[in-house]
């Protein structure tokens, strides 16, 4: 089988479950702004400090993979679609919301603005964080109000930002015990 199939050589592309749009249509743009998010979790990874991390990116790189084919879905074919597979659930919104609460107990409650840049992993989960902001906003015309991709894509840039924290204070406190040494 050959990577190329030159099928979009006109400027269409194939939509899941079929159907073709221009490339550069709404459906492709939400998808596709998931598809960057999704990259920039595994640039995250590549700065992985610890096996923990490393396992929640791959999963929330799995997850996407979820909302990119919902998104790259037609709405006569939504019904296609299965729950947790190619479809966002509100379990896997709810996943989110319990991660966030248990990684936020990892690190101090912050009391001033963030600066990115404390440490590498930390730069790139707040990276990972902006793309997926902007996947946010690329879905709002392509999702159904039923749909929980908007919520989905809200509660990962969420947990971006707190991982990024996590990382944070991981470098802080390794300082701090350098320092004190």
Request: with cysteine.
């Given at each position: 089988?050959?990577?190329?199939?030159k099928?979009?050589?006109?400027?269409?592309?194939?939509?899941?479950?079929?159907?073709?749009?221009?490339?550069?249509?709404?459906?492709?743009?939400a998808?596709?702004?998931?598809d960057?998010?999704?990259?920039?979790?595994?640039?995250?990874?590549?700065?992985?400090?610890?096996?923990?991390?490393?396992k929640?990116?791959?999963?929330?790189?799995?997850?996407?993979?979820?909302?990119?084919?919902?998104?790259?879905?037609?709405?006569?074919?939504?019904?296609?679609?299965?729950?947790?597979?190619?479809?966002?659930?509100?379990?896997?919104?709810?996943?989110?919301?319990?991660?966030?609460?248990?990684?936020?107990l990892?690190?101090?409650?912050?009391?001033?603005?963030?600066?990115?840049?404390?440490?590498?992993?930390?730069?790139?989960?707040?990276?990972?964080?902006?793309?997926?902001?902007?996947?946010?906003?690329?879905?709002?015309?392509?999702?159904?109000?039923?749909?929980y991709v908007?919520?989905?894509?809200?509660?990962?840039?969420?947990?971006?930002?707190?991982?990024?924290?996590?990382?944070?204070?991981?470098?802080?406190?390794?300082?701090?015990?350098?320092?004190?040494?």
């Amino acid at each position: 089988m050959k990577i190329y199939t030159k099928t979009g050589d006109d400027g269409s592309t194939g939509l899941f479950f079929g159907g073709r749009v221009a490339k550069d249509s709404i459906r492709p743009t939400a998808y596709g702004a998931g598809d960057e998010a999704q990259a920039a979790l595994g640039l995250a990874r590549v700065a992985a400090t610890n096996e923990t991390l490393n396992k929640i990116l791959v999963g929330l790189c799995r997850d996407l993979y979820v909302a990119m084919a919902e998104l790259a879905t037609l709405e006569e074919n939504q019904s296609k679609l299965e729950a947790g597979k190619t479809l966002v659930t509100s379990e896997m919104v709810d996943s989110l919301d319990q991660l966030i609460d248990e990684i936020s107990l990892l690190f101090e409650p912050l009391k001033d603005f963030v600066i990115p840049g404390q440490n590498e992993a930390a730069a790139r989960l707040d990276w990972a964080r902006v793309v997926i902001r902007r996947a946010e906003r690329e879905s709002l015309p392509v999702h159904s109000e039923t749909s929980y991709v908007g919520a989905y894509l809200n509660r990962l840039s969420d947990l971006a930002w707190v991982l990024a924290r996590w990382q944070e204070d991981e470098t802080l406190k390794s300082k701090s015990v350098r320092e004190s040494n």
